[in-house]
Nanobody
Framework: QVQLVESGGGLVQAGGSLRLSCTASGQTFSSYAMGWFRQAPGKVREFVAGINLTGGSTYYADSVKGRFTISRDNAKNTVYLQMNSLKEEDTAVYYC????????????????WGQGTQVTVSS
């Protein structure tokens, strides 16, 4: 029912910035809260940021607070992740996902997932 496609990943130097985008197809995007997750090789998939249906409420993992900002534009069926002051430990595949449970940090709460986009931060 909802298909998600991420874009905007790439290679960036430490201290730099990237903006990830996730565009949804279908007519139910505005019915879901959205989240960003990331997974590095050999690591568990971890929650990064979440946003409610209208974009009025957000929450973040402690490791990215003050550096990352999640936002959404329902008219464009798109959610964004602005990443500033990037560190080597931010290197991972980043996934966007849709859930009916706003506030969840558990990956199994998210019904739909994108294919992921690679972010590599070099020193």
């Amino acid at each position: 029912q909802v298909q998600l496609v991420e874009s905007g990943g790439g290679l960036v130097q430490a201290g730099g910035s990237l903006r990830l985008s996730c565009t949804a197809s279908g007519q139910t995007f505005s019915s879901y809260a959205m989240g960003w997750f990331r997974q590095a090789p050999g690591k568990v998939r971890e929650f990064v940021a979440g946003i409610n249906l209208t974009g009025g409420s957000t929450y973040y993992a402690d490791s990215v607070k003050g550096r990352f900002t999640i936002s959404r534009d329902n008219a464009k069926n798109t959610v964004y992740l602005q990443m500033n002051s990037l560190k080597e430990e931010d290197t991972a595949v980043y996934y966007c996902a849709a859930t009916t449970q706003y506030g969840s940090r558990w990956y199994q709460s998210y019904r739909y997932w994108g294919q992921g986009t690679q972010v590599t931060v070099s020193s």
